[in-house]
């Protein structure tokens, strides 16, 4: 590498700055956690006697066992529908193409750009007629139909690009259409699907607006939703609100710790595929 | 005669055959895309419809519907707060968008340049933070840095502006930027990664010779990076830019649109008509303009950057 130097210092800088900016507000919020609770402390002050006791105080507040629950069932009920309902859909668009897939392709992606909040109010009145307003499963169904675009777009990118030799083979030896799709194409699609379940798995962990408007009950909520009925209760306790945020946090931190690369990468193909 | 009968027989079963087995592929396909269709039918296209209809009428939730015509619309245009919301999106698009892309561009560049193999995933890995946390976390972390004894006016005294503190976003001409700043924070990271992962797709002989020639870190940048990953830059700008337009959590948490109207934006606006004001249609108008203006914006971008690329 011909890099003067000096260039390589003042860049190796320019990052670790950048880096510091980045952590800055975690660790800020981390100190002031342990501030006692009601004060305003200032900035970066370690606190003369640490309130450890205050993330042992938002546990209880903030009833995290219970969110924790929710929170997952709420991914479980997701996540696993959403990829065998995808990868189903992307199997019969990209590699059966039956008649009709290039109109079911670009009705799905042109749900790509929807923001939600365009079509939150219909699901709000529809979801008072089915009487399902207010439970999970007012967070399951439309969050299961909006990963739809990029789910069914995800997989059909997978297995357009599946070389037919595979499934001619298959065929001869008489293996009918659910053979083909269950004991040959879903193990080969492995990492594809892998990837997409972890997407959507922080997705719904983080949803917010769904949460917000659809159930009123915090603890019927993602771990998103239940910190924004949580700053609604502490906004004036800094200390408190800070140790809440940093517990609802630390699930995120930690899957993202154990499972960066694939977090990283899954991101990424995601946005380069979407 | 008879061999005719022959020639017809076998042909005419296998067409039969052949078409019956078409037909049963074709239903057995479309019942693999059926689940999926459902639900994408029920909960998006159905509301997707339902939006576009309640913008026609006058509607408190509960009540009668009144056909209003385009009487909704109309009205966006009139209320400066309304049609604000779409000014405060765009401004938005400057925070969320262009400046992560273009600060990006340059720190991807320059890490590709300076960091050694660990120094550059670990960095990578801090980087990318704060895009996997919730909006709403990174919202109200914020809200707390900006406010007025937070961090940042601890560090503005500290390096002798103390005159310029103030609570940050609650500050009519300062809301706003303070919002972009927390969006910069999400997704400069996402973009610089992004980024960096196009420019180590780069043939690296590009970049030898460059540096044989004694090319500087700015013509290097000029003449390789930036044009080489039209591809990649336009991938950012389309999830950033959605972002911006589409912004609702950090937004909510951090200053619930205001001082005033003045960090509005569409996903807000629609949110307080349709759930505290109940004025439905007048939300779903503004819903409706959300949706074309996200399509309206995001094409070209898509097609700028995909021109050229096999």
């Given at each position: 590498?011909?890099?003067?130097?000096?260039?390589?210092?003042?860049?190796?800088?320019?990052?670790?700055?950048l880096?510091?900016?980045?952590?800055?507000?975690?660790?800020?919020?981390?100190?002031?956690?342990?501030?006692?609770?009601?004060?305003?402390?200032?900035?970066?002050?370690?606190?003369a006697?640490?309130?450890?006791?205050?993330?042992?105080?938002?546990?209880?507040?903030?009833?995290?066992?219970?969110?924790?629950?929710?929170?997952?069932?709420?991914?479980l009920?997701?996540?696993?529908?959403?990829?065998?309902?995808?990868?189903?859909?992307?199997?019969?668009?990209?590699?059966?193409?039956?008649?009709?897939?290039?109109?079911?392709?670009?009705?799905?992606?042109?749900?790509?750009?929807?923001?939600?909040?365009?079509?939150?109010?219909?699901?709000?009145?529809?979801?008072?007629?089915?009487?399902?307003?207010?439970?999970?499963?007012?967070?399951?169904?439309?969050?299961?139909?909006?990963?739809?675009?990029?789910?069914?777009?995800?997989?059909?990118?997978?297995?357009?690009?599946?070389?037919?030799e595979?499934?001619?083979?298959?065929?001869?030896?008489?293996?009918?259409?659910?053979?083909?799709?269950?004991?040959?194409?879903?193990?080969?699609?492995?990492?594809?699907?892998?990837?997409?379940?972890?997407?959507?798995?922080?997705w719904?962990?983080?949803?917010?607006?769904?949460?917000?408007?659809?159930?009123?009950?915090?603890?019927?909520?993602?771990?998103?939703?239940?910190?924004g009925?949580y700053?609604?209760?502490?906004?004036?306790?800094?200390?408190?609100?800070?140790?809440?945020?940093?517990?609802?946090?630390?699930?995120?931190?930690?899957?993202?710790?154990?499972?960066?690369?694939?977090?990283?990468?899954?991101?990424?193909?995601?946005?380069?595929?979407? | 005669?008879?061999?005719?009968?022959?020639?017809?027989?076998?042909?005419?079963?296998?067409?039969?055959?052949?078409?019956?087995?078409?037909?049963?592929?074709?239903?057995?396909?479309?019942?693999?895309?059926?689940?999926?269709?459902?639900?994408?039918?029920?909960?998006v296209?159905?509301?997707?419809?339902?939006?576009?209809?309640?913008?026609?009428?006058?509607?408190?939730?509960?009540?009668?519907?009144?056909?209003?015509?385009?009487?909704?619309?109309?009205?966006?245009?009139?209320?400066?707060?309304?049609?604000?919301?779409?000014?405060?999106?765009?401004?938005?698009?400057?925070?969320f968008?262009?400046?992560?892309?273009?600060?990006?561009?340059v720190?991807?560049?320059?890490?590709?340049?300076v960091?050694?193999?660990?120094?550059?995933?670990?960095?990578?890995?801090?980087?990318?933070?704060?895009q996997?946390?919730?909006?709403?976390?990174?919202?109200?972390?914020?809200?707390?840095?900006?406010?007025?004894?937070?961090?940042?006016?601890?560090?503005?005294?500290?390096?002798?502006?103390?005159?310029?503190?103030?609570?940050?976003?609650?500050?009519?001409?300062?809301?706003?930027?303070?919002?972009?700043?927390?969006?910069?924070?999400?997704?400069?990271?996402?973009?610089?990664?992004?980024?960096?992962?196009g420019?180590?797709?780069?043939?690296?002989?590009?970049?030898?010779?460059?540096?044989?020639?004694?090319?500087?870190w700015f013509?290097?940048?000029?003449?390789?990076?930036?044009?080489?990953?039209?591809?990649?830059?336009?991938?950012c700008?389309?999830?950033?830019?959605?972002?911006?337009?589409?912004?609702?959590?950090?937004?909510?948490?951090?200053?619930?649109?205001?001082?005033?109207?003045?960090?509005?934006?569409?996903?807000?606006?629609?949110?307080?008509?349709?759930?505290?004001?109940?004025?439905?249609?007048?939300?779903?108008?503004l819903?409706?303009?959300?949706?074309?203006?996200?399509?309206?914006?995001?094409?070209?971008?898509?097609?700028?950057?995909?021109?050229?690329?096999?």
């Amino acid at each position: 590498m011909r890099v003067a130097r000096a260039e390589l210092w003042t860049g190796r800088a320019f990052i670790l700055a950048l880096m510091a900016i980045t952590i800055l507000p975690f660790i800020s919020i981390f100190i002031t956690a342990l501030h006692p609770s009601g004060t305003v402390p200032r900035g970066l002050e370690w606190p003369a006697d640490p309130q450890w006791g205050n993330f042992v105080e938002a546990f209880k507040v903030a009833e995290m066992p219970t969110l924790l629950l929710s929170s997952t069932f709420i991914v479980l009920a997701v996540v696993p529908v959403s990829l065998v309902i995808s990868t189903m859909a992307g199997f019969a668009i990209g590699l059966l193409r039956i008649p009709g897939s290039r109109v079911l392709l670009f009705l799905f992606v042109f749900g790509l750009t929807l923001p939600f909040s365009g079509i939150i109010i219909p699901i709000y009145f529809l979801e008072r007629a089915m009487g399902i307003y207010n439970t999970r499963l007012a967070i399951v169904l439309p969050l299961i139909a909006l990963y739809m675009p990029f789910a069914v777009f995800w997989m059909r990118a997978h297995f357009v690009n599946m070389p037919t030799e595979i499934s001619e083979a298959a065929r001869v030896d008489g293996a009918t259409t659910w053979d083909l799709f269950w004991r040959i194409h879903v193990p080969l699609a492995r990492a594809p699907i892998a990837s997409l379940g972890i997407l959507m798995s922080i997705w719904t962990w983080n949803q917010f607006l769904l949460a917000l408007v659809l159930v009123e009950d915090p603890t019927q909520r993602t771990m998103a939703g239940a910190l924004g009925a949580y700053q609604g209760h502490y906004a004036t306790d800094i200390p408190l609100l800070c140790a809440g945020t940093i517990l609802i946090l630390v699930p995120t931190l930690v899957i993202f710790i154990l499972f960066q690369r694939q977090i990283i990468t899954a991101l990424l193909q995601g946005s380069v595929k979407g | 005669m008879t061999s005719d009968n022959r020639h017809v027989a076998p042909w005419h079963s296998r067409w039969i055959l052949l078409h019956r087995g078409i037909h049963r592929e074709t239903i057995i396909g479309w019942l693999f895309v059926l689940p999926a269709l459902i639900m994408y039918v029920l909960f998006v296209l159905q509301p997707l419809v339902l939006t576009i209809h309640y913008s026609f009428y006058k509607w408190n939730g509960v009540g009668p519907k009144t056909w209003v015509g385009l009487k909704n619309y109309v009205t966006i245009f009139q209320v400066p707060d309304l049609i604000g919301t779409i000014f405060n999106a765009f401004w938005l698009v400057v925070w969320f968008s262009f400046i992560p892309v273009g600060l990006g561009l340059v720190v991807a560049s320059v890490m590709h340049r300076v960091a050694s193999r660990r120094f550059g995933s670990i960095a990578r890995t801090v980087l990318f933070l704060p895009q996997v946390i919730a909006l709403v976390a990174a919202g109200i972390i914020w809200g707390w840095l900006l406010s007025l004894p937070g961090l940042i006016n601890q560090i503005l005294k500290a390096v002798g502006l103390g005159t310029i503190t103030r609570a940050w976003l609650g500050d009519f001409d300062w809301a706003l930027p303070a919002v972009g700043l927390i969006g910069i924070w999400v997704l400069l990271g996402f973009c610089t990664v992004l980024l960096l992962t196009g420019i180590t797709k780069v043939d690296p002989s590009l970049y030898e010779s460059a540096r044989i020639d004694g090319a500087d870190w700015f013509r290097e940048f000029v003449t390789i990076t930036v044009p080489l990953l039209r591809y990649e830059i336009g991938v950012c700008l389309t999830v950033t830019v959605i972002a911006a337009l589409a912004a609702f959590d950090i937004v909510y948490v951090s200053t619930a649109g205001g001082p005033g109207n003045s960090t509005a934006v569409p996903g807000i606006q629609i949110y307080i008509l349709a759930f505290t004001q109940r004025a439905i249609g007048l939300a779903s108008a503004l819903a409706v303009m959300l949706m074309i203006l996200v399509v309206v914006v995001i094409l070209p971008i898509q097609w700028l950057s995909r021109e050229n690329k096999i």
